[in-house]
T-cell receptor, first 114, second 111 residues
């Protein structure tokens, strides 16, 4: 089954404790991205990747890191999480970033930073 | 950037009723998607519909790109249809780059 998976689905952590949210897709997609969703602010893009080893900032990259060492994986790293990073996070992928392809979203990761 | 507006913002239906959700966008697009965010927060792809009409069971969607709107029809609504419905278009037309989401229509289907 074609899908985007994220882990963990739920996470409660404390300020400053490094964490990684994994994202994996099995569709051989080139384009992957991360969004966060907050009440009243909608979905905002954090980082995106056009292909392996090619990443770029979205609208709200501060406090986050990403890497794209393999085509299928695009982990989101919070090196020193803070309470303002409490949010619902989505990973997304599409066939490519230079044409209009359908984007597929993972199930979401609900992160709480205390 | 492109603006995406959805209406109505909130909708309450009795089970079995039909509804139409609207998405207006401010610039030409060649990629539009409809999503359903269920009460558990999951974003579920409903339609990828740059133009024309598509149907999937009780749901159908129509996009009239020249007039800059899309409609999502829900027929014979069920309680499982509850949640928030978003339309989304690429910020940059012609690419799959960052999606700009509408503000959503919150649907509640009651028994």
């Amino acid at each position: 089954e074609a899908q985007v998976t994220q882990n963990p689905r739920y996470l409660i952590t404390v300020t400053g404790k490094k964490l990684t949210v994994t994202c994996s897709q099995n569709m051989n997609h080139e384009y992957m991205s991360w969004y966060r969703q907050d009440p009243g602010l909608g979905l905002r893009q954090i980082y995106y990747s056009m292909n392996v080893e090619v990443t770029d900032k979205g609208d709200v990259p501060e406090g986050y890191k990403v890497s794209r060492k393999e085509k299928r994986n695009f982990p989101l790293i919070l090196e020193s999480p803070s309470p303002n990073q409490t949010s619902l996070y989505f990973c997304a992928s599409s066939l490519g970033g230079r044409a209009s392809y359908e984007q597929y979203f993972g199930p979401g990761t609900r992160l709480t930073v205390t | 950037g492109i603006q995406v507006e959805q209406s109505p913002p909130d909708l309450i239906l009795q089970e079995g009723a039909n509804s139409t959700l609207r998405c207006n966008f401010s610039d030409s697009v060649n990629n539009l998607q409809w999503f359903h965010q269920n009460p558990w927060g999951q974003l579920i792809n409903l339609f990828y519909i740059p133009s024309g009409t598509k149907q999937n069971g009780r749901l159908s969607a129509t996009t009239v790109a020249t007039e800059r709107y899309s409609l999502l029809y829900i027929s014979s609504s069920q309680t499982t249809d509850s949640g928030v419905y978003f339309c989304a278009v690429p910020l940059t037309p012609g690419t799959a780059s960052k999606l700009t989401f509408g503000t959503g229509t919150r649907l509640q289907v009651t028994l």
